[in-house]
């Protein structure tokens, strides 16, 4: 898993919960994610599917995009579409996505880097692999969330944000056996680059085969624990969980999260995602590509899109945009 690391683990700050936090988020559900199709047809695991959307706010959908190797002529990804009321977060962990949307934002995204763009009040945008993967295939793996804006923000221009891989906050657990990758929000005092309008965390750790992790966590915000790969266990009751598992935890400090000591040859460390942010709390109106508050915005969103007001999609091809990314040696 080729997402941003570091050769020597114990030169990074070390991530400690102090002791007088006491109450560790214990597991309250545990939900397989259901296989898809998105866009052109690349396979996705939806993350969130058939949890409680009070229990994930302000957080409205994720899906795990692969992991996937693509013979050539296979890789594949979406057609132009548009979006309105929410934030997309798309973190690449492998293979090469690209970006264009119709207020200005775009570019290539590969092996740890992050795409973070606020649809705020409406845009168009596409995200296909480059034409050099197209034709020479290759492995395919990231992470897409949706993250609601509140009522006042959903109006907002639209904003895109290029994260680097290079740029996301590290750190690792005291004993090393964990590196933790913050991409947005704060884990004690390891800020993650990301600009949020929803105050949210979220972070990317690779866990060692046998290795336990407890980090402090906002008591205000929520908690998901989602697995990319691996197997291990959650909560100081070591509730158990494996690839494709979300795991929703309840009230509390810190959270724990432990890898297996035998994993599988192919994936050997546990990859899991933390998300956590501080609750919404408004009515939800989400219909296809738009998350409103009312029913009638939705419909204005959809009359918006059919009219054009939502943006023109560009005769220019993306390549001469935005620079085609070089093909690697």
Do not use: C
């Not at 945008?125 to 480059?130: A, C, D, S, V």
């Amino acid at each position: 898993m080729p997402a941003v690391n570091v050769a020597d683990w114990t030169v990074l700050p070390r991530v400690i919960a102090a002791p007088t936090q006491e109450e560790d988020r214990a597991p309250v559900s545990v939900t397989t994610a259901p296989t898809g199709y998105e866009g052109e047809g690349f396979p996705v695991r939806r993350a969130f599917a058939g949890v409680d959307a009070a229990k994930l706010d302000p957080f409205i959908h994720m899906d795990q995009m692969g992991e996937v190797e693509y013979e050539p002529g296979e890789p594949k990804g979406t057609p132009w579409h548009p979006h309105r009321g929410f934030e997309t977060v798309t973190y690449m962990i492998d293979g090469v996505m690209d970006h264009q949307d119709t207020h200005g934002g775009g570019g290539s995204i590969t092996d740890g880097d992050t795409q973070w763009m606020t649809a705020g009040s409406g845009l168009l945008h596409i995200e296909t692999p480059p034409e050099w993967l197209v034709v020479k295939g290759g492995t395919f793996h990231g992470l897409q969330l949706w993250v609601n804006l509140p009522k006042a923000d959903k109006w907002l221009p639209p904003h895109y944000q290029d994260i680097r891989g290079g740029d996301v906050g590290l750190a690792s657990t005291p004993d090393a056996g964990a590196l933790l990758r913050v991409i947005a929000g704060e884990v004690d005092g390891v800020k993650g680059p990301g600009s949020t309008h929803t105050p949210m965390a979220m972070v990317h750790a690779t866990l060692l085969p046998g290795a336990k992790m407890t980090v402090p966590w906002r008591t205000d915000f929520n908690a998901l624990v989602y697995v990319m790969s691996g197997t291990g266990y959650v909560g100081r009751d070591r509730r158990p969980i494996r690839a494709g598992q979300l795991a929703v935890l309840g009230h509390g400090e810190t959270i724990t999260v432990g890898a297996d000591q035998k994993q599988d040859s192919k994936n050997p460390t546990l990859e899991v995602a933390l998300l956590g942010g501080l609750p919404i709390r408004e009515p939800i109106a989400w219909a296809g590509p738009f998350v409103m508050n009312t029913k009638a915005e939705v419909m204005q969103a959809f009359e918006d899109f059919q009219k054009g007001r939502l943006g023109t999609i560009p005769t220019v091809p993306h390549a001469d945009v935005h620079g085609e990314m070089l093909q690697p040696e």
